[in-house]
């Protein structure tokens, strides 16, 4: 029996860019059905706003801090005895995504470094970092589950934003290679896939000249509805690719032989 069969009642949550978007979706939808929801994001505003909505918890947390994640942890578990189910879910984009981005080249040259950190920082750091922070608390409270926001960018080229597709990739290579090792610790480990959502980390107009396209756009619930799938799923490593009216779907690389290395497990 996994640690969410019987729901999500007296568990403690922890989602990153919890303030908008997928994360504000997802907190709404884990606190609906029991959990005890703790909101991280850099926007303490839209954070406190949905931590009082949901009757959870907000913390300030800015996901590429190392120092920063101990102490939000520890807090966690210092205020509500424990910590179940981590949703590694904060992310940007390169550049901010807008209308052009559909039609124009991506320009490496006109990346700074600042742009380059942070994006590595938050799509990457994020989720690595969290997870080292995490485990120890939740393998303490008797396991649970850790899930990544990747994006369908994961496991496709996705020339307008080749960066944004690097991060997205490490996120997805990272969650395969650490999902068996944590299931020995009694949590599982998923990413979510999505493709174009309607959130702040596009600009206005993207999502309408999106549709304009003839580009579907999925609305954060979507995701959200998936994460819980994911958790509730009796494997672990799963890629969790959420397309428009599909339901998620769990996507599988072909294996590559001949590298004298033990059998892959089937993820």
Request: hydrophobic share 45%; proline share 6%; glycine share 12%.
């Amino acid at each position: 029996m996994g640690r969410f069969d019987a729901g999500f009642d007296g568990t403690v949550a922890l989602v990153t860019g919890g303030a908008s978007g997928i994360g504000r979706a997802t907190c709404r939808r884990l606190a609906s059905e029991g959990a005890l929801v703790v909101v991280a994001d850099l926007d303490e505003s839209g954070g406190k706003a949905v931590a009082r909505e949901i009757r959870g918890d907000f913390v300030r947390l800015d996901v590429s801090d190392p120092h920063a994640w101990t102490e939000v942890v520890e807090g966690v578990v210092s205020r509500r005895g424990g910590l179940h189910l981590a949703y590694l879910n904060a992310g940007v984009t390169t550049f901010r995504a807008d209308p052009r981005g559909l039609t124009t080249t991506f320009d490496i040259t006109a990346m700074s470094d600042a742009q380059y950190r942070r994006i590595m920082g938050a799509n990457v750091d994020g989720v690595i970092l969290g997870t080292r922070a995490c485990v120890p608390a939740i393998e303490a409270s008797g396991g649970g589950s850790i899930v990544a926001t990747a994006s369908a960018a994961g496991v496709i080229a996705f020339p307008p934003d080749p960066i944004y597709t690097a991060t997205k990739h490490a996120v997805v290579g990272f969650v395969r290679s650490i999902a068996p090792i944590l299931e020995t610790k009694g949590i599982s480990c998923h990413a979510i896939l999505p493709g174009i959502v309607d959130t702040n980390i596009l600009a206005g107009g993207f999502a309408d000249q999106a549709r304009a396209r003839g580009i579907e756009v999925m609305a954060p619930e979507e995701i959200a509805a998936a994460v819980v799938e994911a958790v509730n799923s009796p494997r672990t490593g799963g890629l969790w690719l959420c397309l428009p009216k599909r339901t998620p779907t769990l996507y599988s690389f072909n294996p590559v032989t001949g590298l004298g290395l033990p059998a892959p497990t089937e993820i």
